[in-house]
C-alpha cells in the first residue's frame, strides 16, 4: 500500500542458496530479476526462511544483496547501517576512529578492522566486507552508507564520496542506472 502511494510497483521474490547456486535455478532468477526491471518494477527480495535449510542457507542480508547485485550485473550496491561506513576502530566504543573512504582491495588487514558481530543484521561489517567481495569480484562497485541519513543516497548518486565505497578503480563512477538497496 505504502509503494502505491507514490506509485511504484513492487514484487516479492523469495530464493535461497539453491536458487544462485543450481545454474538453472540461477538463470531462472536473473532472468525474473531483469524483466522486472525492464518493466519499472521494485523487487523486494528476501531469503526464503520457510523452505531453506542449513545446507541452502544464504545467510544474511548483505550477502543476499551482494548476489543479487552480481545476478543482475549491477554497477552499484548500497548497503545502509547504522553507522557512515567502515571505520578504523569501533565508532561506537573508540572516539579515535576514522571512517575509511574508499577501498580498493581487501585483505587479511582490512577484515581484521571489521572484527565480530555488530549490531545490525547477523554480521555486522563482517558480513558487509564479505558482500564487497563478492562485489568487487564481479566489477560492481558498493558503498556502505548511514541509512538513518536518507539525503546519503542522493549524495551517493550525484556522485559524492559518503561513506565507504569500494571500488577496483582509483577513481570512482557511481552509475544512477543500477543501484540496489539492502
Do not use: W
Request: hydrophobic share 45%; with cysteine; net charge negative.
Amino acid at each position: 500500500k505504502l509503494f502505491s502511494e507514490y506509485n511504484h510497483t513492487v514484487a516479492q521474490l523469495l530464493i535461497t542458496g539453491a536458487d544462485v547456486e543450481h545454474p538453472a535455478r540461477h538463470d531462472n532468477f536473473r532472468n525474473t530479476m531483469n524483466r522486472l526491471l525492464a518493466l519499472g518494477a521494485l523487487p523486494i527480495i528476501n531469503e526464503n526462511d520457510t523452505v531453506a535449510t542449513e545446507e541452502i542457507v544464504i545467510g544474511d542480508n548483505d550477502t543476499l544483496a551482494a548476489i543479487v547485485a552480481q545476478s543482475v550485473e549491477a554497477e552499484l550496491l548500497v548497503l545502509l547501517s547504522d553507522i557512515d561506513g567502515l571505520y578504523t576502530a569501533d565508532p561506537h566504543t573508540d572516539p579515535n576512529a576514522k571512517l575509511i573512504s574508499t577501498v580498493n582491495r581487501i585483505d587479511e588487514e582490512l577484515l581484521a578492522l571489521a572484527g565480530g558481530s555488530g549490531s545490525l543484521g547477523t554480521g555486522g561489517m563482517v558480513t558487509k566486507l564479505h558482500a564487497a567481495q563478492i562485489c568487487l569480484s564481479c566489477g560492481c562497485d558498493m558503498v556502505i552508507t548511514n541509512g538513518n541519513k536518507p539525503s546519503n543516497l542522493y549524495a551517493i548518486i550525484d556522485g559524492e564520496n559518503i561513506g565507504t565505497t569500494f571500488s577496483r578503480s582509483t577513481v570512482v563512477i557511481l552509475f544512477f542506472g543500477s543501484f540496489l538497496i539492502a
